[in-house]
């Protein structure tokens, strides 16, 4: 039998490693790590720069590219493998070897070695020394090498002499020889000796008895000798994976006293694997503690279902309203390990599949909206989510929320035509389609002078249709010209058809989602005040081409002309009036507004942004349209320019009415004149010449009436103007201030206007600041 050199050294330190590696190497278990090479040696460096090494675990890399460059070895894996598992030797005392380069670059010692017949992990043998002792002595064996050959045994200071009972021939041995051993081997092989070993079994040659060695080995089998019982890999996992879900197992259950999970005292586990057994078992004390919390909760209304934790649900709230009034989320019982952030995008996974298969009727599995990835694909994986837990949480909602919530978008836009619904929405219901919105106009103006009580809805529908056929509306798609329909407000008394009008367009499913009755309501409010707005712009426009049609015709009657020119005069100031306003109307208000909606809606990453936008966009045409409270003010001083420039319609009506009257009627006096004369006769009496100039005398005195008319409506409408001016320049908005400029862009309203002269003056004095 070789012993080790007592020259070399650190001969106990070699010896106890030399131990370990044989007992490595002749290990059954599988091993801990995957078989990949790479990732053995990432372990290996890994543990170097964690024990500061840096310039070892740089050698090692260099080296490791060395060997991987070259074909001498075969299994390179099992090589590194066992580096990796002597470098985890958990009795290794931290003060021992600290290079195993320097101590594998030493001799072995020259022992005699073969594999060992009992396999087994430090973990499965007992805790204790005292536990082994007690072990052993039911056992009626005594412990050898387990088929060892010829081991050296060999104290701190050098060889000893063998042990008396491990010699042949001796029956009895000392006492606290099991002691002595456990001194003298400092390797893993130790664990395996006894204190008590009785010699009445015949020895071998070798000095280890084979068969007291074979009975160890069942008795370490058969377990539960002397207390204790032994577990296994596969019932100690079993048992945790039991107590996940909150049931006792066989050797871990709940401690009511304690109120924790504790392992059975008769486990045979080592003090490392019982310590992980209790820390994860409080896994299961968490899972029964919630569970006891929901079942008590399970009624309360304002918690919500069973399950959802953070997340309340509303079982009463209908389907229309499911996105926005379902589900909730309960900020007082949000983790502290989960931001708002990240429970709000919870919320939006789990409303997002709900409304998928509630509201959009889709029945596509969960999985493929969501890619189904492994939580870790391999070991290296597995290690860097724990190693960095709250990055990989983050990014795990984030990919969810993100897959789920364009999966909704996508059904959205692709199946239900959402933003197809939202353009249609600003072509019809915001005037944005001019050429089917003057049509409309054209054909509806004979119903819509006529009194509201007097209109009949199926007549207008009538009109709509042949208005869409005859425009560019026609080739919209047939679902969005399905949804467009007419509707009639509630009737004033004296209201004509103009002011009870209003086109409709129906929504329904998940569109409805967006655009609620809220939104809808609001829709029919800029409605109307764009038809208004429109009419004023129709109305002064028939006015131009009456001035045009009429001026040629009156050129007859030159005591006319000074009407004329009032009527041409005052439609002027409206028209400049009306076209501002629809100036800052459609570009200021609806297409700068329009196109910051559009802009978030293609950014959008979620059905939730999309409704944000949605309702901004409303609120910023409203607001600016002057819709809101803040300017009504405002609102009702253009309201009463509107009627003004009806009054100035109505005037020049009447006034035009009465003119060609009195033209019709001295055109037929000189055609009967003329008549008369070519037959012959005097072309007039003298009786019928003093009515005619009676007649035209009367139509004269009528002309200053008509001059004061209109001279009072455009003093009504100069101080209707001068008034909302001065509203304009002390807004907060700056829009609407800049829009006063254009309004009086010659100062011909501020010349009449103290207030506006000061109000400009200030307002012009802290721009210059500015």
Not at 552 to 561: D, G, H, T
Not at 666 to 693: C, D, H, M, S
Request: hydrophobic content about 35%; charged content about 25%.
């Amino acid at each position: 039998m070789a012993t080790p050199d007592q020259k070399s050294p650190n001969v106990p330190d070699v010896a106890q490693q030399f131990q370990y590696a044989v007992r490595v190497i002749g290990s059954n278990f599988a091993p801990t790590v995957e078989r990949d090479e790479f990732l053995v040696a990432e372990k290996i460096k890994k543990e170097l720069i964690r024990q500061r090494r840096e310039a070892d675990a740089a050698l090692f890399s260099e080296l490791h590219r060395k060997l991987h460059s070259q074909g001498v070895l075969k299994n390179k894996w099992s090589i590194l493998y066992l580096l990796l598992s002597l470098s985890e030797d958990p009795r290794r005392q931290p003060n021992k070897v600290s290079s195993y380069a320097t101590l594998f670059a030493q001799a072995l010692p020259r022992d005699a070695h073969s594999t060992p017949y009992y396999y087994a992990r430090p973990q499965t043998l007992p805790l204790s020394y005292q536990d082994r002792s007690a072990q052993s002595a039911q056992s009626s064996g005594s412990v050898g090498s387990s088929g060892i050959s010829s081991i050296g045994l060999c104290a701190l200071s050098g060889p000893a002499p063998a042990p008396q009972s491990l010699l042949p021939g001796q029956s009895n041995q000392a006492p606290g020889v099991g002691d002595c051993l456990r001194q003298q081997l400092g390797s893993r092989l130790a664990w395996t000796l006894t204190a008590n070993q009785p010699s009445s079994q015949a020895t071998t040659s070798k000095g280890v008895p084979s068969a007291v060695s074979r009975n160890m080995t069942r008795s370490r089998r058969e377990g539960d000798t002397g207390g204790t019982m032994e577990i296994t890999e596969a019932a100690l996992v079993r048992d945790i994976l039991y107590v996940f879900q909150g049931i006792d197992g066989k050797n871990i259950k709940m401690n009511n006293t304690e109120n924790c999970y504790k392992v059975e005292g008769k486990a045979n586990l080592s003090r490392s694997l019982r310590d992980t057994a209790v820390r994860l078992s409080e896994l299961g004390w968490l899972h029964n503690k919630i569970r006891r919390y929901t079942d008590q909760r399970s009624l309360d209304r304002s918690f919500g279902l069973v399950g959802q934790f953070f997340v309340a649900s509303d079982p009463t709230v209908k389907t229309d309203r499911l996105w926005h009034d379902k589900y909730t989320l309960r900020k007082s019982m949000i983790p502290s390990f989960i931001t708002m952030d990240q429970s709000r995008k919870v919320l939006l996974i789990g409303k997002s599949i709900n409304f998928l298969h509630q509201v959009c009727h889709d029945q596509t599995p969960t999985t493929k909206m969501i890619a189904v990835t492994k939580s870790a694909e391999s070991p290296q994986d597995a290690a860097d989510l724990f190693t960095d837990l709250e990055n990989a949480f983050q990014g795990k909602i984030d990919a969810a929320y993100f897959e789920t919530s364009k999966y909704l978008l996508d059904v959205l836009n692709k199946k239900y035509s959402l933003l197809d619904h939202m353009q249609a929405m600003r072509r019809y219901l915001l005037l944005g389609q001019g050429d089917f919105i003057r049509h409309l106009m054209d054909l509806l103006k004979p119903e819509l002078v006529r009194p509201a009580t007097t209109l009949y809805q199926h007549n207008l529908t009538g009109i709509l249709e042949t208005a869409v056929r005859a425009t560019n509306a026609q080739f919209d798609s047939p679902e969005i010209l399905r949804r467009l329909d007419v509707r009639l407000l509630e009737v004033s008394p004296g209201d004509t058809g103009w002011d009870v009008f209003s086109l409709d367009y129906h929504v329904d499913g998940p569109i409805a989602t967006v655009f609620t009755r809220e939104c809808m309501s609001h829709y029919l409010r800029v409605f109307n005040f764009l038809w208004r707005a429109k009419r004023m712009e129709y109305i002064l426009t028939d006015i131009r081409k009456g001035h045009m049609c009429n001026a040629k015709l009156l050129r007859n009657m030159p005591e006319f002309s000074g009407v004329l020119h009032q009527c041409h005069i005052l439609a002027s100031e409206m028209v400049h009036f009306i076209h501002q306003m629809q100036y800052y109307i459609t570009f200021e208000v609806l297409e700068c507004s329009w196109d910051e909606l559009w802009n978030k809606v293609q950014q959008a990453q979620d059905l939730d942004h999309i409704i944000a936008a949605h309702e901004v966009f409303l609120d910023t045409i409203i607001s600016r349209c002057l819709l809101d409270s803040d300017s009504r003010a405002l609102l009702n001083q253009l309201r009463a320019v509107f009627d003004q420039i009806i009054e100035l319609q109505n005037a020049q009506d009447a006034i035009y009415r009465a003119a060609l009257e009195e033209l019709q009627r001295r055109l037929q006096f000189e055609e009967k004149k003329k008549q008369r004369e070519i037959e012959g006769q005097w072309g007039v009496t003298a009786a019928e010449e003093e009515e005619e100039n009676k007649r035209i005398g009367e139509f004269k005195e009528s002309i200053p009436k008509m001059c004061s008319q209109l001279r009072i409506l455009t003093h009504f409408y100069q101080g209707i103007v001068q008034q909302f001016l001065v509203l304009l320049t002390t807004s907060s908005d700056e829009s609407l201030r800049f829009l006063s400029f254009r309004l009086d862009f010659n100062e011909h309203y501020k010349a009449r206007e103290p207030r506006l002269r000061v109000s400009l003056g200030t307002r012009g004095r802290r721009s210059s600041h500015t």
